[in-house]
């Protein structure tokens, strides 16, 4: 069973065994809509990975349905084919995994992700500090000319900067106590 990404509906394929195309179903995106499915046979869910998350595989797993998420990036396509829509992505989807073609990732679990998320914050917070530190020193006619920023050269040039006045000094510190 592939699914579409919509909030209200799910768009499931179905391949029956013996049949070339699937049946293409459209059902109310809830657990008991799912769990009939689920109870009418063999039932196992598969999707593309979208921004919206892993809760359909966290939904599908707690109903004991098996359920894999593909990588949208190893997903075959023809370079032109632009037009999306939740039933055409079923259909190709079930045909692709009955032929193997489908890449599926690991998920990771909550603690994992908030640990991603984490990593991701903190990057982008030091990547604004330093930006934030060098259109500081920038204005103040500081600008580092011999190597590259971020260095352990630079490092040593920016703790032993002084400005003309201390509260220009402590600003600069302050920059430099945030990047650290």
């Given at each position: 069973m592939a699914m579409g990404d919509s909030?209200?509906?799910?768009?499931?394929?179905?391949?029956?065994?013996?049949?070339?195309?699937?049946?293409?179903h459209a059902i109310l995106n809830e657990p008991r809509h799912l769990e009939r499915r689920r109870r009418?046979?063999?039932?196992?869910g598969y999707y593309e990975a979208g921004p919206s998350g892993y809760d359909r595989y966290r939904r599908c797993t707690a109903l004991a349905v098996p359920c894999?998420?593909?990588a949208p990036s190893r997903t075959p396509g023809k370079p032109r084919d632009r037009s999306k829509t939740?039933?055409?992505d079923v259909r190709k989807l079930v045909r692709l995994f009955?032929?193997?073609?489908?890449?599926?990732?690991a998920i990771p679990d909550e603690a994992g992700r908030d640990l991603l998320r984490c990593r991701g914050d903190v990057q982008e917070d030091r990547w604004r500090?330093?930006?934030?530190?060098g259109k500081f020193r920038a204005r103040q006619g500081r600008?580092?000319?011999?190597?590259r920023n971020w260095t352990r050269r630079h490092w040593t040039w920016l703790q032993v900067q002084r400005l003309a006045l201390p509260v220009l000094t402590r600003t600069s510190q302050e920059y430099l106590f945030s990047v650290e």
């Open positions: 909030k209200r509906t799910l768009v499931i394929g179905v391949l029956r065994p013996g049949s070339q195309e699937p049946e293409v009418e046979g063999d039932t196992w894999q998420v593909m939740d039933h055409r009955r032929s193997g073609d489908l890449t599926p990732i500090w330093r930006h934030q530190r600008i580092y000319r011999d190597g």
